[in-house]
């Protein structure tokens, strides 16, 4: 029975770390793809856009 136990825990153990590796892949891999953060005066701009955008959408 322990040594049942003890190969259970074996394979969890390298499943746990085979998933560990494979979500600090994709974590990297997320982080150089994610675009830069905008400046404070970008995001303010793009904000007046958007709202000059719903205002002519509901004049129409």
Do not use: H, R
């Not at 746990?16 to 830069?36: H, R, Y």
């Not at 000059?52 to 959408?57: E, G, I, M, T, V």
């Amino acid at each position: 029975m322990k040594k049942v136990f003890g190969y259970i825990m074996i394979i969890l153990l390298f499943a746990g770390s085979i998933c560990g590796v494979v979500f600090g892949i994709m974590w990297g891999n997320l982080k150089n793809e994610t675009s830069p953060i905008l400046t404070q005066t970008e995001t303010v701009k793009s904000v007046n856009q958007l709202n000059l955008d719903d205002n002519f959408s509901i004049e129409l």
